[in-house]
């Protein structure tokens, strides 16, 4: 059972273009959803991450958008670099717990 | 800001051997590591929960006997894969907290990439 569901599976934008990666979660318990991102041979950083309480967290190009509601939250990459070349992980985690649950991953490709 | 270190980077390894991966915290104690999996172009896996001085907590499904952590230290866990077999190489990555306050962020090591001929 796939408790984090990612799409889309791989993302090509043009330089300065929107990328957006969506979420969709199934365990209501889960109350802690960070970001990684995570370039070849190379352990995952995390990006950003939001709390159930809030609908929207911004750092910089990165912003979250979160739906309780519809158990789905997205990240959005504003003015997408070549840079930001990298698969991109949603995650999610319960109670505090560092367990985290990976979605599958979103190969993101941004041409110059 | 909170750097994890894992050695080594690549390692390859001939069947029936066993191969020592070390996950460090360099500017941090940690008093549970996270070593998790990842296939080529899959996601990630959590194998077990590694805690300082005590029995690692492993996931269902995955061998304890085969994959032995040993967390001796506030700094330091390993993950022994033992009698390596070709479906063991895949990329091991293991992950800390810098604090246990309530979810402070995992920090990743850059993994090992294993390879079993």
């Known amino acids: 059972q796939q408790q984090v569901k990612q799409s889309p599976q791989s993302l090509i934008v043009q330089k300065g273009g929107i990328s957006i990666i969506n979420c969709a979660y199934e365990?209501?318990?889960?109350?802690?959803f960070p970001w990684y991102q995570q370039f070849p041979g190379k352990g995952p950083a995390l990006l950003i991450a939001i709390r159930p309480d809030v609908s929207e967290k911004k750092e910089g190009r990165f912003t979250i958008s979160f739906n309780k509601s519809a158990k789905q939250f997205s990240l959005h990459i504003m003015d997408s670099q070549p840079g930001d070349s990298a698969t991109y992980f949603c995650a999610a985690a319960q109670g505090g717990s560092e367990k985290l649950v990976f979605g599958k991953g979103t190969k993101l490709t941004v041409n110059p | 800001g909170a750097v994890v270190s894992q050695h080594p980077s690549r390692v390859i390894c001939k069947s029936g051997t066993s191969v020592k991966i070390e996950c460090r915290s360099l500017?941090?104690?940690?008093?549970?590591m996270f070593w998790y999996r990842q296939f080529p172009k899959q996601s990630l896996m959590l194998m077990a929960t590694s805690n300082e001085g005590s029995k690692a907590t492993y996931e269902q499904g995955v061998e304890k006997d085969k994959f032995l952590i040993n967390h001796a230290s506030l700094t330091l866990s390993t993950l022994t894969v033992t009698s390596a077999h070709p479906e063991d190489s895949s990329f091991y990555i293991c992950s800390a907290q810098t604090d246990t306050t309530y979810n402070s962020p995992l920090h990743f090591g850059n993994g090992t990439r294993l390879t079993v001929t």
């Open positions: 500017d941090f104690q940690a008093t549970t």
């Open positions: 365990n209501t318990a889960f109350d802690y």
